[in-house]
Structure formats: C-alpha cells, structure tokens
C-alpha cells in the first residue's frame, strides 16, 4: 500500500458496547475499505493462565493476551501485509480455532480490553475511542451475554464480575480513558458517535 493505513484502537470496559458499535461500524464501509482485528484472537490458551484463589482463570489480566504478538501483527498490517491468527473460542480456551485472514485496508479498526495499556500497541494508533458505559448497565448486559451465549451461569458472572472484571478495569482501563481522542457514552445508544466517526472515517479514504 502507497499509503499507511489509518489505525484506530477501540477500548472500554466489559459490555460497554464495543462489539456492538464495531458491528454498526462495519456496515458503513466495505471489506476493501475497513479492517478489524480484535485482541480476543490473542488470548492465550487455557494451559498457560494462571488461577485465582478459588481454582477459577482470570481472563481479565494483561498477561492473558500475547499483547506482543499482537502488536507486532499490527506493525505488519501497518506496513501493508496480511496477517493471520486462529480465531479464539470461549468456553473452549484449550483448543485453536479456524485460521482467520486480516487483508491490509485504508482504515484498520483494534478493540480491546488491553490496548490502551500495553504502550507497544497504543502509540500506534492515530485516533483513540473509549466506549463508556455506566456500571450497573454494562453487568446487566454481561450477564445476559454469559448466559446466553458463553452457557456461564448467573452466579458465576457476577463472580467474574466483582472479582475479576471491575479490577482489571480499575488498574487497567479506567486511568487511560482520559488519554482517549474520544469518549463514547452507551448507555443507552452511540447513534450520534457512530456518525461522527464514520464522517471522520469516510475523509480517510483514497478518493
């Protein structure tokens, strides 16, 4: 590619959102015109966590995720090669997934939980969202989404959330919000956002 690309990275606690704004943002533009790739594919696999205090994985800990290997699959999309990685599946962290395909494109879109923290990463980025979401209505949706989708019970999500999730945010998410270009408040919708950054986004794109 003649040009680089422009890098966007996308975080923001639990169930702020996120996957749910990608998604919308996604539909604004073509294959040709957008890339995401998304920390999730890097997390490690089950053998290689470590435990709490009551035998359980914390998944929500920067050492979880090869944050390395990320970064450095997103210099080489920065510099226009493609990069590939097994998707990685929950409630099946011992196995590889199929092999995914991330083609080099105008705009590349990074999400997740550690993307901020992990220097290596967030000086790559040209533009820095955070989607924020008040914290009574972010557990509402996690509980929703663990149950339905990840088969994980009530109980055992508000567990994962008091002891894992809320101090991974608070250590490791929180004190780089302020750092954010942009700040997307979901409590209800982000409508207005994602017009405002799919504007921003159109202009960044070859005429």
Not at 41 to 48: D, R
Not at 72 to 99: C, M, N, S, V, W
Request: one cysteine or more; a negative charge.
């Amino acid at each position: 590619m003649q040009n680089k690309p422009y890098l966007i990275g996308i975080s923001g606690g639990s169930a702020s959102g996120k996957t749910s704004f990608l998604n919308a943002l996604k539909e604004k533009f073509s294959e040709n015109e957008l890339c995401i790739i998304s920390q999730d594919n890097y997390y490690k696999l089950a053998y290689e966590h470590s435990k709490d205090e009551n035998g359980h994985i914390n998944f929500d800990l920067p050492e979880c995720v090869d944050l390395d290997a990320f970064a450095a699959d997103l210099e080489k999309i920065h510099r226009g090669e493609t990069i590939y990685r097994h998707e990685y599946r929950f409630q099946h962290e011992e196995q590889k997934g199929p092999l995914l395909t991330f083609e080099p494109a105008p705009i590349i879109v990074c999400e997740g939980l550690f993307i901020f923290y992990y220097a290596r990463i967030f000086e790559q980025f040209d533009l820095k969202i955070f989607v924020n979401a008040a914290e009574e209505i972010a557990l509402e949706r996690r509980i929703k989404r663990d149950v339905a989708e990840r088969n994980i019970s009530e109980a055992f999500a508000l567990y994962q959330w008091k002891n894992h999730v809320l101090p991974s945010y608070q250590k490791y998410l929180l004190p780089f919000m302020a750092q954010a270009d942009m700040i997307i408040n979901n409590n209800t919708h982000f409508n207005n956002s994602l017009q405002v950054i799919s504007d921003h986004l159109a202009q960044k794109l070859p005429q």
